[in-house]
């Protein structure tokens, strides 16, 4: 399939490409041109002068754990394990158990995409996910070697930190844990403790980091390693998050995760502004709307090693794109202050997934098969079942949960 975008602005590494023409083939980005191309195309959308970002990556989430509201009675919690234990014994929890890790994994999958996301790093053992990879719209990144935590009292995840940072090694793998999750003594050495397991070095990615002293930024720059930040899940539970501005002035490769909703943000939009906020307050500063940004695009692809394909508007690449109106001339600031209404069209692997009800002529040319929604008092077209999807639930359940992170109206 070929189809092309004209009279939008592309945010491209090389900086916004304005009057672009991005022109699509066999789901890669084929040319990223200034003006508009002459030749005949059977397919091509005038965006009318709107932003164009490659579709955002979120870093840190847990798609089994797509169920509201928040759990923490106890908060705040001096580690993550006292926490889990009051989400495992909670009322919400055994709601949750009703539904299918199918439907978990749909709900947590449309949360994504309807805020631009089109690839998710969902953090668990693999085979929990695998039934689902080729189903759900947005891209499961499952190329990775995991822990859960480092520290005795760590889910059973994987072989241990030492095989598993062999195995990424090995394969060229992205090795994913959480880690300093608290503020307990384990926690506090846990970066030490990764070191002596021969598992802190370039192919280390490490989730949310609450307890890095100077010494652990230190070590994990060194190492070339790269960092997770999901401040709205850390406020929540622990309140407090990692030195964030510390982390970021040695150099490590920092992404955002919005983590589980049990925790965390609604969505990648949210976290953004979460993040933000966060920064102005605790530094009495402005973090970087570029760099924000980064954090949902270069920096993640980087980390999770999938950047030759993913992560920017490059020719050769695969054709994720996200779509937003905005306001803002700027295109950072736009991203920035987005939410689901911004939300215009989002493309994985060059096919539509997810855009206004007025792009359905062009979700109907791809053959792309979905239902009509109404999300933020706007219609829209959403590829599957979602409908179908709410209406299982509120079957499995007996009666209608309202899950604000998929405000289907
Ligand atoms: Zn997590």
Known sequence: MEW????????????????ASIRIKGGRIQSIRKGKSTDSIPIRINLGGLFVYPGLINAHDHLLGSYL?????????TNWLPWDND??????FAERQQLEPEQL???????????????VLDHVPHFVQEPFLDRVPVRILNRYSLSHSICSYSLGWGEGPTQEYEKAK??????????????DEESENAVRTLQSLGALGEHTVLVHGLAFDEEDIRSVAKAKAHFVWCPESNLFTFGKTAEIRAILESGINVSLGTDSPFSGSLNLLQEIKNARSFFRDEYGEDLDPKTIFQMVTSHPAKALRVSENLGSLEEGKIADLTVLSSDKTDAYEALCSADLGSVRLVVKEGVPQYGDLALKEFFDETGVI??????????????????GLVESVTRALGYKKDLAFFPVG
């Open 170 to 183: 090995r394969e060229n793998l992205p090795y994913v844990t959480h880690i300093a999750e608290g503020f």
């Open 87 to 92: 989400l495992k014994s909670s009322v919400i």
């Open 69 to 77: 509201p928040k759990v923490g009675t106890n908060r705040p919690y």
């Open 370 to 387: 979905g239902r009509e929604i109404r999300i933020s008092e706007t219609d829209k077209y959403l590829a599957g079942d979602p409908l």
């Open 105 to 119: 994994y749909f709900l947590g999958s449309y949360k994504n995409l309807i805020s631009g996301v089109t690839s």
């Open 4 to 19: 092309e975008i004209i009279n939008a602005n592309a945010v491209t590494p090389s900086g916004v490409v304005q009057d």
